[in-house]
């Protein structure tokens, strides 16, 4: 089975930047879409920001103009830069990656998840 393997988070003060990475621990065929999500306590899961395989982004407002997605179609992997972080930005954020089609093609894999902190 195929996992998202996620890096990057950590503690960072108001202000400052983080960059997350995600890569597959195996060969995968190439995703339509990934995207992070993040998960506060007690908070329901969301959408940070996704982008499809031609490079159509989409952002949460809360994060625009803030957090930039980008991705390596030949490696499967998608990365997520985080500027200006605040404390509401504090979370475990999760990396998805979706494919549609044929039972036998189709998938839906998710990461471990990593925490961001964001704490002076």
């Known amino acids: 089975q195929v996992q998202l393997v996620e890096s990057g988070g950590g503690l960072v003060q108001p202000g400052g930047s983080l960059r997350l990475s995600c890569a597959p621990s195996?060969?995968?065929?190439?995703?339509?879409?990934m995207g992070w999500y993040r998960q506060a306590p007690g908070k329901q899961r969301e959408l940070v920001a996704a982008?499809?395989?031609?490079?159509?982004?989409n952002y949460a407002d809360s994060v625009k103009g803030r957090f930039t997605i980008t991705r390596d179609n030949a490696k499967n992997t998608v990365y997520l830069q985080m500027n200006s972080l605040k404390p509401e930005d504090t979370a475990v954020y999760y990396c998805?990656?979706?494919?549609?089609?044929?039972?036998?093609?189709?998938?839906?894999?998710w990461g471990q998840g990593t925490q961001v902190t964001v704490s002076s």
């Open positions: 998805n990656a979706k494919k549609s089609g044929s039972y036998f093609s189709s998938y839906d894999y």
């Open positions: 982008i499809t395989k031609r490079g159509t982004t």
């Open positions: 195996g060969t995968i065929s190439s995703p339509d879409a």
